[in-house]
């Protein structure tokens, strides 16, 4: 079974700094793995998208990248704002041959940016 | 891009009674979409995927006459969870992917949520 580990669970630092969100998954085949941002009572907005086949994707000041062999995924926040402050979420999902797979997440890493 | 609607936003419901959650998918079809739950300061759970024209598949623990799901048309599933209690209380959201094959480019795409309180 697909375990999802995020690490820290919480985190609070100064603006301006860059930060680095760390996830690691037990079982390496995966099909692609998903950065999201949950704001409290909010649903779930999608930040970057990884493919199994891929090293890393960039938007903006976000940089994901994805060591499938290891296991490990990092999310770099550059330049952080307080608008930044949210729980971030990480997911993989399976290859399944009947078709789409759901998401196992992480706990997520709730994330204070101090003004 | 993708938008999956999702309503109502909360909903408070006497003990006993069935509540209707509704996703639908805007701007493309979704022959899969997925429900998943989310306790207080916990990760989301997948409960089941809702496959058009077919049977929801249930996740071990998620009880299917409890958490009744129909996906009769290509944009729209729904969650009725029957004969609600207390401890049914938590935050419900459903998440779709464009494209539906294997091998899609996109993401999945999470509706806003649905807040259930149970009294």
């Known amino acids: 079974k697909q375990e999802v580990t995020q690490i820290p669970a919480a985190l609070s630092v100064p603006e301006g700094e860059n930060l680095v969100l760390n996830c690691s998954f037990t079982d390496s085949a995966i099909y692609n793995l998903q950065w999201f941002r949950q704001d409290p009572g909010k649903g779930l907005t999608s930040l970057l998208l990884?493919?199994?086949?891929?090293r890393e994707q960039t938007s903006g000041r976000l940089n994901a990248s994805l060591d499938k062999s290891s296991g490990r995924s990092t999310l770099y926040i550059a330049a952080s704002q307080p608008g930044d402050s949210a729980t971030y979420l990480c997911a993989v999902s399976m290859y399944s041959g009947g078709g789409a797979d759901g998401l196992t997440f992480g706990k997520g890493t709730h994330l204070i940016i101090q003004p | 891009g993708a938008v999956v609607s999702q309503h109502p936003s909360w909903v408070i419901c006497k003990s006993g009674t069935s509540v209707k959650i509704e996703c639908r998918s805007l701007d493309f079809q979704a022959t899969t979409m997925f429900w998943y739950r989310q306790f207080p300061k916990q990760s989301l759970m997948l409960m089941a995927t809702s496959n058009e024209g077919s049977k929801a598949t249930y996740e071990q623990g998620v009880e299917k006459d409890k958490f009744l799901i129909n996906h009769a048309s290509l944009t729209l599933s729904t969650l009725t969870v029957t004969s609600a209690h207390p401890e049914d209380s938590s935050f419900y959201i459903c998440s779709a992917r464009a494209g539906g094959r294997i091998d899609s480019n996109y993401g999945y795409t999470f509706g806003s949520g649905t807040r259930l309180t149970v009294v």
């Open positions: 990884i493919q199994s086949s891929q």
